[in-house]
């Protein structure tokens, strides 16, 4: 999808802005709306490159503007609705209860497999890797050429590297592809390469800083073999 | 191919109260409790291990050995995730880890352009400035002048700056120069004076 989250090389957003010794939490809701990830996969509501692609479909300008976590609330909404583990009119009169009682409890429940869950997930991750036998088609030092076309829906090939040529620096086996598992295909393991572009290359000689390189992790399908051998090639 | 799944609803262009977020998060929590996906004992225990238990802290612990043991050092920068598993470092989104190091001649800094992709087992939860729209759109076009201006580290031309965008599932941390005149100090010593911000890549490490 050629949506706003494709940040990468957008002009005009203004400052950093740095909170200085700035705390986990800002909010007792992000506490919550951080948690939703672990426990809402675990109920296999979604895997993580569904839940980015929720987060992606949000208003443009409302995925610029609303703080951090409440990208994580959307997403984990949606996915709960679309699942159907809730429904979008208990949720909004559950809304309307909280909004008018906002210092009510929480119901109570304990769950002593989930706490533990929490725990090893921590410890021990949810690895994206995935064993294949496909054969890498590029070796370390190949020069490749991100591909132009742009996909409807969950993808990481992000704009800015579309179309410009680069080198392989690294190959790291196969991963989850998210171009199928974020669309709700399945993991389709691909090999994964992270390929080195020039400033120049990405951003034009005139715009580009002296002295730099982008490196950006690239899934085998976003790349094919650049048409220019590199003889004398300045980039 | 069908486009977008999700119709925005017409009141999500204007940016929610603190209130009204408070209201909708807590009765999603109330519905996903009483589902039984959810407990306030998993928020509270998440909430409290990325407070007390996973943060840079750990990642300090990294550099410092890396500083004072040249043979663990060259094995984080050959498989950072096995390195780190030797110190009993690793877990969610550090499945896969690597570190890059600064050197005389090179300067490193880690993005996620496309969403907020950060190594949790050795940096924690990132700051909000990470997540910005405005860091992840600029530092990967003028990463030495965004150093400059936003960060106050003026980076000198003849250093290379290489910007690690986090695009897939590999996480990066760098590895930041050991500041001159630290030669006396011990690995724990060392630890303390390792920020964050220098093991994200947007300040070095300073006495």
Not at chain 1, 14 to 27: L, M, N, S, T
Not at chain 2, 57 to 86: H, I, M, S, Y
Request: contains cysteine.
């Amino acid at each position: 999808m050629n949506g706003v989250h494709d940040l990468g090389g957008t002009d005009g957003l203004g400052p950093v802005v740095v909170e200085q010794d700035e705390p986990v939490w800002h909010a007792e809701w992000e506490k919550a709306a951080f948690a939703l990830f672990a426990t809402n996969f675990r109920a296999g509501l979604f895997n993580v490159d569904m839940f980015r692609w929720g987060i992606e479909q949000m208003h443009p300008a409302y995925y610029l503007l609303s703080p951090y976590y409440e990208h994580w609330m959307h997403t984990a909404e949606h996915y709960a609705i679309k699942g159907g583990a809730i429904d979008p009119s208990e949720l909004e009169a559950k809304t309307q209860y909280y909004r008018e009682h906002p210092d009510e409890p929480l119901p109570e429940r304990t769950d002593p497999d989930l706490l533990a869950f929490v725990d090893a997930a921590v410890k021990g991750g949810a690895p994206a890797r995935r064993e294949s036998d496909a054969a890498p088609a590029f070796q370390v030092g190949d020069r490749v050429t991100v591909t132009q076309d742009s996909p409807h829906k969950h993808t990481r090939k992000a704009r800015y590297i579309r179309g410009k040529t680069g080198v392989i620096e690294q190959s790291h086996g196969t991963f989850i592809y998210p171009d199928s598992a974020g669309n709700g295909r399945g993991d389709d393991p691909k090999h994964v390469y992270t390929v080195k572009f020039t400033n120049a290359e990405l951003w034009g000689a005139d715009n580009a800083e002296p002295n730099g390189v982008v490196y950006f992790d690239a899934w085998e399908p976003y790349l094919v073999p650049a048409a220019v051998p590199a003889e004398g090639a300045t980039r | 191919m069908t486009r977008s799944e999700i119709t925005p609803s017409p009141d999500v262009t204007v940016p929610r109260s603190e209130a009204e977020i408070a209201a909708r998060m807590k009765a999603l929590e109330a519905l996903m409790i009483e589902k039984g996906i959810m407990t306030t004992e998993a928020v509270d225990r998440l909430a409290e291990i990325y407070e007390n238990e996973v943060g840079p802290q750990l990642g300090a612990t990294v550099v410092a050995k890396a500083w004072t043991d040249p043979e663990f050092k060259a094995r984080l920068l050959a498989n950072a995730t096995d390195a780190c598993a030797e110190m009993g470092i690793g877990g969610l989104q550090g499945e896969d880890m690597v570190a890059v190091e600064n050197t005389d001649d090179v300067h490193n800094v880690v993005v996620c352009t496309l969403c907020s992709c950060y190594p949790w087992p050795v940096l924690g939860l990132p700051p909000n400035w990470y997540k910005q729209p405005a860091y992840r759109s600029r530092i990967v076009r003028e990463p030495r002048a965004m150093l400059r201006d936003e960060f106050g580290h003026d980076v000198p031309e003849s250093v290379e700056v290489r910007v690690w965008d986090s695009s897939a599932e590999l996480r990066y941390m760098v590895l930041p120069q050991r500041p001159p005149g630290t030669e006396d100090k011990s690995e724990a010593e060392l630890a303390e004076l390792v920020t964050r911000d220098s093991m994200i890549g947007v300040a070095p490490v300073r006495v």
